[in-house]
Nanobody, 124 residues
Framework: QVQLVESGGGLVQAGGSLRLSCAASGRTFSLRTLGWFRQAPGKEREFVAA????????AYADSVKGRFAISRDNAKDTIYLRLNSLKPEDTAVYYC?????????????????WGQGTQVTVSS
């Protein structure tokens, strides 16, 4: 089993920045990819970014490319999502997820473990 705990959400004005954290614990050695997804009210959950467990490769959704950055602290088994130049349309609950078998996948059904989510609200 793997446990994921997100933190770092909050309320920010448009153009501002936030950093989300996701701490992984348990059988983390079995993981291939960690990813971030988000879900806005009334919308489906969507892929945001992913990073391989080694931290060597990353992938981003087109909507956040150039504004968001995913990274990993190997010593802490923690990944981060830096959100820059935030827009009101970035408002959502952000979820951390872990995949046992797939590399940099954007498909939510290919992730095996999920965190509880952290709210990000961007005001205009």
């Amino acid at each position: 089993q793997v446990q994921l705990v997100e933190s770092g959400g909050g309320l920010v004005q448009a153009g501002g920045s936030l950093r989300l954290s996701c701490a992984a614990s348990g059988r983390t050695f079995s993981l291939r990819t960690l990813g971030w997804f988000r879900q806005a009210p009334g919308k489906e959950r969507e892929f945001v970014a992913a990073i391989t467990w080694t931290g060597a490769d990353t992938a981003y959704a087109d909507s956040v490319k150039g504004r968001f950055a995913i990274s990993r602290d190997n010593a802490k088994d923690t990944i981060y999502l830096r959100l820059n130049s935030l827009k009101p349309e970035d408002t959502a609950v952000y979820y951390c997820a872990a995949s046992l078998y797939f590399m940099l996948t954007a498909r939510s059904n290919e992730y095996n473990y999920w965190g509880q989510g952290t709210q990000v609200t961007v005001s205009s």
